[in-house]
């Protein structure tokens, strides 16, 4: 079976410039969550969406946002890009939405902004 | 919020020697307590988690881990290390009445060499 894929596996952006992660979830699996790894640090939460609807945000500006479509996969949405958010993009899914089923995590996005 | 510290940035140690690598959460009440391991340039896998019951846990690879409530620490040991299980570690918490979020450490690198 596939696992969590993320796309592109690369990116780099400009400052000020808006950029689209995507994230397909394991078959079967109804909730994406979305984290941000800055080099050296661990992964911080930004958003968990389960059955097309957002159950929680972390403490991240009103510039990033996030959809989950009708098959389940993910977009990750962030504008006006700032040096700050290069890092790596993690996406994880699981079959539900509560933190005890277990979250299964894609390789990554990793976003460098110049 | 619920935090975790992990108290060495780096571990090295020899190939067959046991390993500990410490994790303490700030919370008093109910937690859920994680710990994934992150390959080079891929994805976090779960080790093993506890959420309730017994305070030893077993999990993947050989590894288990022991929840402490009265020094809240959830501390990740190994009784024989191989060259293979150079990563990075990292602990995680979750409150049980949110339910959703993971809050991670910043990390611990094990380096196993011969």
């Known amino acids: 079976d596939a696992g969590v894929t993320q796309s592109p596996t690369h990116l780099i952006k400009t400052r000020g410039q808006q950029v689209t992660l995507r994230c397909s979830p394991i078959?079967?699996?109804?909730?994406v969550s979305w984290y941000q790894q800055v080099l050296g640090q661990g992964p911080q939460f930004i958003f968990q969406?389960?059955?097309?609807?957002?159950?929680g945000r972390g403490n991240f500006p009103d510039r990033f946002s996030a959809r989950q479509f009708p098959n389940y996969s993910s977009e990750l949405n962030v504008n006006a890009l700032l040096l700050g958010d290069s890092a790596l993009y993690l996406c994880?899914?699981?079959?539900?939405?509560?933190?005890?089923?277990?979250?299964?995590f894609g390789p990554g996005t990793r976003l460098t902004v110049t | 919020a619920q935090s975790v510290t992990q108290l060495d940035s780096q571990v090295p140690v020899f190939e067959e020697a046991p390993v500990e690598l410490r994790c303490n959460y700030s919370?008093?009440?109910?937690?859920?307590l994680f710990w994934y391991v992150q390959y080079p340039n891929q994805g976090l896998q779960l080790l093993l988690k506890?959420?309730?019951?017994?305070?030893l846990v077993k999990g993947i690879n050989g590894f288990e881990a022991e929840f402490n409530k009265s020094q809240t620490s959830f501390h990740l040991r190994k009784p024989s290390v191989h060259i293979s299980d150079t990563a990075e570690y990292f602990c995680?918490?979750?409150?049980?009445?949110?339910?959703?979020?993971?809050?991670f450490g910043k990390g611990t690198s094990l380096l196993v060499t011969p």
């Open positions: 994880a899914s699981s079959l539900s939405g509560q933190i005890t089923y277990e979250q299964y």
């Open positions: 078959s079967g699996h109804k909730s």
């Open positions: 969406y389960y059955e097309k609807e957002e159950r």
């Open positions: 919370s008093s009440v109910s937690v859920y």
């Open positions: 506890y959420l309730s019951g017994s305070t």
């Open positions: 995680a918490v979750s409150d049980p009445n949110s339910g959703y979020a993971l809050n």
